[in-house]
């Protein structure tokens, strides 16, 4: 669905108190190449200074144009030449540094939003689309490059010639430079009113780019179920709004940006006109020299066209204020899951043992409905449990809170009798390995997909835990066996190939705790015989917890847990549990015998 990237008076209220003071969280990721900025900063200064005193030898010539000889004459043009050279030399000095500063700082943006942003709890992408994020770590840094590559050395530069330029207006005329400075308001009325308007519609339309892109990764990431569906036409049209919102956002900006850009410089040389229309009554009257009327006339231009310069460069500025804010919400985002400052070790070897002590959870996005309500559960170190009832029952939220994707509303998890919210989360997760109902695949080979599970593995082992799968004839089979490309979300395995390899790389990281959500479901009965197998080897030197619909897959399991609503309505072994009657009974009866079809 289509949907406006947010509105509102706390939005709007957000926006007009945002000002190129935003721009100063840049700075901790320009201190570390305080170097690289000096260097830029006297590269700027230099060429500043040269570009300043080449209208004083202009001046020099022309007033002793008939006075000086030949050779003098030379020399001044000599002279100009070098200050040229320097003026390059200089300009490209600051090029150089300046865009290597760019690219250095927004690689290190790019690099610490993207650590912040992997290592945040699911709930975050509650509120958030990943397209979003992608935008952000894309487009906004593209923004904020093209600010300090270029536009903050160029207006730092246009600065240094406005100001000093001024001040050397006022020693060949002040007469004519206060004139000029009458002005001056003029100018700065249009760039202050028109640039908070300016500064807001920035703001609206990066988030506007940013929901196309939401909406387009979301749709692409679908597409079979588009395609399927006959949902394409829909999808472009929902695309094509979000989009047409960026353009109608991005028009009027534009359109303020220009506007603004005609009155500035309207308002600038239409005054620097009558300014020099005065220094030539001032010349014909013998008050002035003409080499310093053209020495005042050069500056004057040097001044309207930084004048120019600053309020165009004002307008990216502005652009890039809206991108570091959006940035910055990302680095600054509070996740509701964190690691404690004095964690807690895990035992090690870890041994295994799960507790729920009355455990009450809600999602954030469903706050009304509890997943879990004060449940307890005891899983002991190498016990196998199994997990059973209907969709919504609060299956595959016990394995989620065991790794503590989110934490409970009440009551605690622990793991070895530690509370997991005391530890790392990269400890105890380190203790585990995950076979999800969904499994992801990589874009990348069959071989690293399955190393996915411990980085360190070498081939051999790989390849032995997708015998253990049940996975090796088939990617065998591949054109490049172990080494074939799989393509993104591994599009070109079937749903069976794709969780035999994710079931591989969980026997590969050979954990302490195992944890099986549906992970036989995709899975033909001859794989499932075999995984089966598989499974069952591993399960019997460690903690495992499985989720299934499936009823075969856990009949050997040593304890069932029936679960209904969120509490736990029963707890046995297979045969114990048929014979008990109830909830487990009835699915049993449904799977076991067919009678769904009656």
């Not at 009551?411 to 530690?418: F, I, K, N, Q």
């Not at 390849?463 to 990617?475: L, M, S």
């Not at 794709?498 to 944890?515: S, Y």
Request: glycine residues 8%; proline residues 3%; aromatic residues 6%.
């Amino acid at each position: 669905m289509a949907s406006s990237p947010g509105n509102g008076s706390q939005k709007q209220d957000r926006e007009k108190s945002k000002k190129l003071g935003t721009l100063a969280q840049l700075w901790p990721f320009v201190t570390p190449y305080r170097g690289l900025a000096l260097g830029a900063v006297m590269a700027l200064v230099l060429t500043a200074c040269v570009s300043l005193i080449l209208p004083l030898a202009v001046r020099r010539v022309v007033d002793n144009f008939g006075v000086e000889d030949g050779a003098i004459l030379d020399l001044y043009f000599t002279a100009a030449v070098g200050i040229a050279a320097l003026l390059a030399l200089g300009t490209g000095l600051r090029y150089l540094l300046v865009t290597r500063l760019g690219e250095r700082v927004v690689a290190d943006i790019r690099k610490a939003v993207f650590a912040r942003v992997i290592g945040m709890s699911p709930a975050f992408y509650e509120r958030i689309m990943t397209g979003e994020v992608l935008s952000r770590i894309t487009t906004d840094t593209t923004l904020i490059l093209s600010v300090i590559g270029s536009s903050v050395s160029i207006a730092l530069r246009n600065l240094l010639i406005f100001l000093g330029g001024l001040i050397l207006m006022l020693f060949t005329s002040a007469k004519l430079t206060g004139m000029v400075l009458l002005i001056v308001p003029l100018v700065i009325v249009p760039i202050l009113v028109l640039g908070r308007r300016l500064r807001g519609l920035s703001r609206e339309n990066q988030d506007w780019i940013a929901a196309s892109s939401g909406n387009a990764s979301e749709a692409l990431l679908s597409v079979q179920t588009v395609q399927a569906f006959t949902h394409e036409e829909a999808s472009r049209g929902q695309f094509s709004t979000v989009t047409e919102q960026s353009f109608d956002a991005a028009r009027r900006r534009i359109a303020t940006r220009a506007l603004m850009t005609v009155i500035v410089i309207f308002l600038v040389f239409t005054g620097i006109v009558g300014v020099l229309w005065m220094g030539a009554r001032g010349v014909r009257a013998g008050e002035m020299s003409a080499g310093s009327m053209v020495q005042f006339v050069i500056y004057s231009v040097m001044v309207a066209g930084s004048v120019a310069a600053l309020s165009e460069i004002w307008g990216e500025l502005q652009r890039a204020a809206g991108a570091t804010e959006r940035l910055v919400e990302l680095l600054n985002a509070e996740d509701t899951v964190q690691d404690p400052d004095k964690a807690q070790p895990l035992s090690h070897p870890a041994r295994g043992a799960i507790r729920f002590e009355n455990v009450t959870f809600r999602y954030p996005a469903r706050p009304e409905t509890a997943a879990l309500e004060e449940l307890s559960l005891d899983v002991t170190p190498g016990e196998t449990v199994a997990i059973v009832g209907p969709s919504g029952a609060g299956k595959t939220t016990i394995i989620q809170l065991i790794q503590r994707f989110y934490d409970p509303d009440a009551g605690r998890v622990t793991l070895d009798g530690v509370s997991l919210s005391d530890m790392r989360r990269a400890d105890f997760r380190q203790a585990m390995a995950l076979v999800p109902q969904d499994p992801v695949i990589f874009a990348a080979s069959a071989r690293d997909n399955i190393r996915f599970g411990r980085l360190d593995a070498s081939d051999a082992e790989v390849e032995e835990a997708a015998r253990a799968a049940a996975a090796h004839d088939f990617i065998s089979a591949l054109p490049e066996g172990y080494g074939s490309y799989v393509g993104e979300r591994g599009v070109m395995l079937s749903g069976g190939q794709k969780q035999r390899i994710a079931i591989a790389r969980a026997i590969l990281r050979d954990a302490p705790v195992l944890l099986l959500d549906e992970a036989t479901s995709a899975l033909d009965a001859e794989s499932e015989r075999a995984v089966q197998q598989a499974v069952d080897a591993m399960a019997r030197s460690r903690t495992t917890v499985i989720v299934a619909h499936r009823l075969a897959t856990v009949k050997k399991a040593d304890r069932i847990i029936v679960m209904d609503a969120g509490q736990i309505v029963a707890t046995g072994t297979h045969d114990s549990l048929v014979a008990e009657g109830g909830l487990y009974a009835r699915l049993a009866k449904l799977q076991f015998t067919g009678a769904e079809a009656a």
